[in-house]
Each structure stands twice: as C-alpha cells, then as structure tokens.
C-alpha cells in the first residue's frame, strides 16, 4: 500500500479529547505545532479538552487556550474536579460537608454542586476531597490526614506525582496525596486518569461513536484512555519517552505514537512483524528492526525517523521477554534519540 494511503490518526475518531500538560502546553507556554493542529482538527471533527490539573476552573483554562490561539469556551473543557463529583455522589450524600485540600478551581465546583466546604477536622466532615493548588500547605494536609482518621471516604481529583512546568518537572497532586497516604495508610477514590471517571464526564460532553484520546504520559493518559476503551496516541511532548513506551505494559500501550500534534494529519503507516526460528522483525514503512534473541538492531532507518520508534515498539511489546531484558544496539539508541531532535 503506497504511504498516502494509509489514514491519519484524525481518520480513526469522531471526537478528539486532548490532554493540556505536556500536550497543548507547558505551563504558560504553548507547544510548537499544538495549537495550529487542533485547530485544524476542529475543522472536521469535535475536540474536547480534559485536565487532571484541579487547580483551575474550565473557564480559566479556556480563556487560557483562548489566548493561545485555541477557539475554546468553557464547555470545551472537563476538569478532574468535574469528574469528582460523579465520585462523590456514589460516597456522600448531596449538600453533606467535605475538608477540601485544594484551590478555587475544586471549591468552586463543589459549592456549585451544594456541598457544604469546611477547612478543619474539628468541625466533622463526611467527607475529604484532595486536589492540586500551587498554595496547599502543610497544614492542610495535616487537617486531611486527622479527619481521615475516623474512616470517612476520601477522593481526590487526580494522582499525577509530576506536574511539567517551563522549568522542569514539579509536584503533582499525586505527590501531595502519597505525603496523606503514608499517615493514614489507605488509598483514596480517584477521579482523573488513568482512572475512568474523567473519561465517563467527557463521553456525556462530546457524544459519539469513536473516541481518540491524546496524551503524553503513558502509565496516566494511555492507561486511562485503554481503561475507558478509547483509541489513545501519546505524543512525545511532555513526560514519557520512547522507552517509556517501550517498557509499557499490554494497558498502556497507545494506538499512534506522533513526535508532536502535526502527526494528527499526516498518514500513520501500519506495522508488519514476521518472526522466524531466529529473527524477530519490526517493519513500519521502510524503517526496520530486528531482534536475535535478547539483541534489538536497527536493519533499515527508513525516510521518518518517528518510524524507527514505532518499529522498535511494536518488536519489544510482541518479543517473548520483558523491555528491561532486551540489549538495544547503540546505533539503534542513537537513532531514536535523533528522532526526536
């Protein structure tokens, strides 16, 4: 089949849910190619916007997008706050009181909905709600970890260890919850990926039949979007690398993998393995990869360097042994590092 005729990413799905973090931005600072692809993409298609980050309303992160270049209003927006009150309604009762650990952007979704917010054990929650905010202080969470104490439901928004931002990587709420986990030593119900509350909330606001997900960590966005049976592609713009796909296990492997959005558009060449009694071969277009046993070679590096990063997934994710056990060959490293230079 000649290169042009295979379909693009944007063929596979009626709707497109876009991740921000690592995806459309890190932290103020657009991605190159993102903003001008999903605007291509909202020519044809519905796309919606979903953020574990609960540290913001939908409305301030469309006016964000908004400032970007993106044609984004609130609703285009579903926040993990969001998807926790589908959460809270099988745990509490509506209009019972909940210690909230986060900022406005979960607040004022929760007093939205009627429940009544208090900031300290002493005056008896029925519930603990924890989310991200730059301003979470030592005390609030000491305040979570007493009225967890007494056993009451505890659900938080999201459990991202990292958060990207323009100087590296930082916190995440996840992070702030393992502080709370490791006093209380018990889990808590999670509304954000790769759990599937936050894909439930964006299938009842953007209806339709096929859904394609795009993220850029693996072990959250992927998994969640393979939780929820959506197609998923993980651009390499954020937090995962080629070996984080690599080592992926079978519910967290994505459907595409794009070196930025502008793969969205473009023709995404299927893969062909062929194993015989010696070899294992990988071949996407005309790049190719081969492992005799444990060793993994680049044969061909082909015309899109993307491919050989394709290739070699597809090989390590089909070799009877784990990522970890597998020799890749230098030149076969060096290959996929330039890739993505």
Known sequence: MA???????????????????????????PIPHAVTALNAARETKTVGFLTNNASRLA????EQL??????????????????????????????????????????????????????T??????????????????????????????????????????????RGLAPG???????????????????????????????????????????????????????????????????????DVFAAPSDARPDFILRDLRGLALPYPSTRLARNDQFLTSTVANAVVAAEGRRVRLVAPGNEPMNIIRATAALVWEHAAAYDNLKLDTELHDAIAMALD
């Open 66 to 119: 908004t400032t970007m270049g993106l044609d984004v209003d609130a609703d285009d927006v579903v926040t993990s706050p969001q998807a926790t009150l589908l959460l809270l309604s099988r745990v509490v009762e509506p209009g019972t009181s909940l210690l909230v650990v986060g900022g406005p952007g979960l607040t004022t979704v929760l007093q939205g909905a009627g429940y009544r917010l208090v900031r």
């Open 121 to 166: 054990a002493d005056e008896h929650p029925d519930a603990v709600v924890q989310g991200f905010s730059p301003h979470v202080s030592w005390n609030d969470l000491a305040e979570a970890a007493y009225a967890l104490a007494s056993g009451i439901p505890w659900v938080a928004t999201n459990l991202d260890t990292s958060l990207p931002l323009e």
């Open 3 to 29: 290169r042009d005729a295979h379909p693009t990413p944007l063929d596979s799905a009626d709707v497109i849910l876009s991740d921000l973090d690592g995806v459309v931005y890190r932290g103020a600072a």
């Open 59 to 62: 409305a301030d992160v469309a």
């Open 173 to 243: 709420n996840g992070a702030l919850v393992a502080a709370v986990r490791a006093v209380i030593n018990r889990e808590p119900l999670a509304a954000g990926k790769p759990e599937t509350a936050l894909f439930d909330a964006a299938r009842e606001r953007f209806p339709g039949s096929r859904w394609l997900f795009i993220g850029d960590q693996v072990d959250t966005d992927i998994r969640g979007a393979c939780r929820s049976e959506m197609s998923s592609a993980l651009v390499l713009t954020g937090i995962s690398r080629p070996q």
